[in-house]
């Protein structure tokens, strides 16, 4: 019970800090990328001394934390990916307008430096292009979930290849990230388990959150690095997407 409470005060804590960090920001410094940098040097540092202090341990295999201008292409299985993601990279995350709507989580990811985009309108395509394409162009990593969603661990889904067109429009590098979650308070990560970690169907955000950080005393995760990609190497937007999809799903399975 102690253990729970006292995860639950930390993560509320760093969420708290990085609301008021953010917002602070936004009233004071005027300038957008000196304001964009330190939103994601703040979150860098928060989830690297979060995940300490929680007990999440992350292996990491291969990965070079110094580059910049680059995508990030990951799977998605958790909200947990963006604070495991964070506390190894700087960087920019992609999100849906839907969470940006949220009041709370909507602001909190908005004073983490996230950039909302609306993946149910392809009209909307362009306009998110050229939001994504004028922050990497600040030499800032941009991670991305070409999933669109979060799975139930069984396997990596499908990968969207439309929003790898900024790739090419920038001709940016994208390196490939495999997020496999190997243990729960010790316990394999089987059914029954991934349930207190993965977020996906039905479950709803703020109780699954609570029920993880109360239940947790340690998790493992392995982040592995998949290989790097230019996108002068690939003739479209669905042969990266191909190549990048099956190196990630190849390593998860194995």
Partial sequence: ???????????????????????????????????????????????????????????????????????????????LDIIIISSLYRSVFVSTTEVGSSKFFGKLASYGGAIFIDRTKRTALKEDIQKVKDVIE????????????????????????????????????????????????????????????YYYGDHVLLPHVLRFLYHLKSLEVEVKEVGFFSPENYQSRKELATELYNRISTVYAS
Avoid: W
């Fill in 1 to 79: 019970m102690f253990r729970g409470i006292y995860n639950i005060l930390v993560v509320f804590s760093f969420m708290l800090a990085v609301f008021l960090h953010g917002l602070a920001l936004d009233l004071l410094v005027k300038n957008e990328l000196r304001r964009l940098n330190r939103k994601i040097d703040f979150l860098h540092k928060v989830a690297k001394l979060g995940t300490k202090l929680i007990g999440i341990r992350i292996k990491e295999v291969g990965g070079d934390h110094n580059r910049k201008a680059s995508f990030i292409v990951s799977n998605h299985l958790s909200y």
């Fill in 138 to 197: 600040k030499d800032t990593n941009v991670a991305i979930f070409l999933e669109g969603t979060t799975s139930n661990g069984d396997g990596v889904l499908p990968f969207k290849s439309s929003f790898l067109e900024v790739v090419f429009k920038t001709g940016k590098p994208v390196f490939g990230l495999c997020l496999k979650y190997t243990a729960f308070n010790s316990k394999p990560v089987d059914q029954e388990v991934r349930e207190f970690i």
